[in-house]
């Protein structure tokens, strides 16, 4: 089941009511045609989709995007792009968590995440560490 969010899918999280999680997704009418933006630590990772699958974690030996951090999994998440949109895939064993705008974040575990817009990536529980944080943009062409 992949797709994009789907508000009217998603339920809150035990006690966290500021964090949402993804129980099932659609896919996306939108189409996007261009480049996904990732800023990290002061550097800039553009990704075409000629360049995915761009897999984004612990192990510097087969991620493109090397996250030195004990908390996130080796090969945590993977950036596809799959019927015309850029996709996060979450592959680890605590999720990740996307943020569109202001909206709040929604955990994507085991699931797939449409990106649109503009936002946020954390690789571990929002406010554990904002050190790494990834934001995120798709440019379109």
Not at 6 to 29: A, L, Q
Request: proline residues 4%; charged residues 25%; hydrophobic residues 30%.
């Amino acid at each position: 089941m992949t797709g994009d969010i789907n508000e009217e899918k998603i339920k809150h999280m035990g006690d966290d009511r500021s964090v949402t999680d993804v129980i099932y997704t659609e896919p996306s009418e939108e189409l996007v045609h261009g480049e996904l933006q990732i800023f990290y630590q002061g550097q800039e990772v553009i990704i075409k989709p000629e360049d995915t699958p761009f897999v984004i974690g612990r192990d510097p030996a087969s991620c493109q995007l090397h996250i030195d951090n004990n908390y996130i999994s080796r090969q945590h998440c993977v950036i596809l792009y799959r019927d015309n949109c850029f996709v996060l895939e979450d592959q680890s064993t605590n999720g990740s968590y996307v943020q569109f705008g202001r909206a709040h974040p929604i955990r994507v575990h085991q699931q797939s995440a449409t990106l649109s817009g503009n936002g946020t990536i954390r690789l571990t529980k929002p406010n554990l560490d904002d050190f790494d944080l990834l934001l995120f943009r798709i440019k379109l062409s």
